[in-house]
């Protein structure tokens, strides 16, 4: 028997909203149906940014801090800073240097945030626009190198797909069809939240980083 040679299913937007309202019970028969599907399936991308980390939303960007500089804007879509370095380049070469985030209790205590070093630890201010503040402000031309947690991206035209790794897409079509239930079909939310909780813990649980650690004691004498 031949195989299709194929890895690349994915499910466009309308087809993802079929699937759903089928769980229902039901097939969607007007425009309200799919505009309702669309507005819960945006719902639920935002609800997942509560959820922990989406590792296919983690992603590396760069900005040049110069002489002075101790607060930068970062994208409105970003969720989080997971960690960051400050990279500074002498004679072509770069050097990497890890820089601690500090809670905004710390960042208010510190006295003097005008003065001037290389930034060995940043604030990030979870606002409409996010900020980070750096401290000492940068007394030269650094990189500020950091991991981000960006948003997931909207749902958009019906033809598209959706802005999930492959791995997610069960518990994807499950949590629409469970979304959806609450207005249209009530008598089977129940077992449809059930089903979209086990899916999303599955899937969490897969998305994760497998890279070995090693714990070692503290002990003092």
């Given at each position: 028997?031949?195989t299709?040679?194929?890895?690349d299913?994915?499910?466009?937007?309308?087809?993802?909203i079929?699937?759903?309202f089928?769980?229902?019970?039901?097939?969607?028969?007007?425009?309200?149906?799919?505009?309702?599907?669309?507005?819960?399936?945006?719902?639920?991308?935002?609800?997942?940014?509560?959820?922990?980390?989406?590792?296919?939303?983690?992603e590396?960007?760069?900005?040049?801090?110069?002489?002075?500089?101790?607060?930068?804007?970062?994208?409105?879509d970003?969720?989080?800073?997971?960690?960051?370095?400050?990279?500074?380049?002498?004679?072509?070469i770069?050097?990497?240097?890890y820089?601690?985030?500090?809670?905004?209790?710390?960042?208010?205590?510190v006295?003097?945030?005008?003065s001037?070093?290389r930034?060995?630890?940043?604030?990030v201010?979870?606002?409409?626009?996010?900020?980070?503040?750096f401290y000492?402000?940068?007394?030269?031309?650094?990189?500020?190198?950091?991991?981000?947690?960006?948003?997931?991206q909207d749902a958009?035209?019906y033809?598209?797909?959706?802005?999930?790794?492959?791995?997610f897409?069960p518990?994807?079509?499950?949590?629409?069809a469970?979304q959806l239930?609450l207005?249209?079909?009530p008598d089977?939310?129940?077992a449809l939240?059930?089903?979209?909780?086990?899916?999303?813990?599955?899937?969490?649980?897969?998305d994760?980083d497998?890279?070995?650690?090693q714990?070692?004691p503290?002990?003092?004498?």
């Amino acid at each position: 028997m031949a195989t299709s040679g194929t890895t690349d299913f994915n499910l466009s937007i309308d087809d993802l909203i079929e699937e759903a309202f089928e769980r229902c019970g039901m097939r969607p028969t007007s425009g309200y149906h799919l505009t309702s599907a669309r507005r819960s399936l945006n719902l639920l991308f935002l609800d997942w940014a509560n959820r922990g980390l989406n590792l296919w939303t983690i992603e590396q960007a760069t900005y040049t801090l110069t002489q002075g500089v101790n607060e930068i804007s970062l994208p409105t879509d970003t969720v989080n800073v997971l960690e960051a370095i400050i990279r500074q380049n002498s004679q072509g070469i770069n050097s990497d240097v890890y820089i601690q985030r500090i809670s905004r209790e710390d960042y208010l205590n510190v006295p003097d945030k005008t003065s001037e070093a290389r930034p060995a630890q940043f604030y990030v201010q979870r606002t409409n626009t996010p900020k980070v503040f750096f401290y000492p402000a940068a007394d030269q031309t650094y990189t500020f190198i950091y991991y981000r947690i960006r948003r997931i991206q909207d749902a958009g035209v019906y033809t598209n797909t959706s802005d999930v790794n492959f791995r997610f897409l069960p518990c994807l079509t499950s949590g629409l069809a469970y979304q959806l239930s609450l207005k249209f079909s009530p008598d089977r939310t129940p077992a449809l939240k059930a089903i979209y909780e086990e899916d999303f813990l599955r899937a969490a649980m897969e998305d994760r980083d497998t890279a070995s650690v090693q714990f070692v004691p503290d002990v003092g004498f």
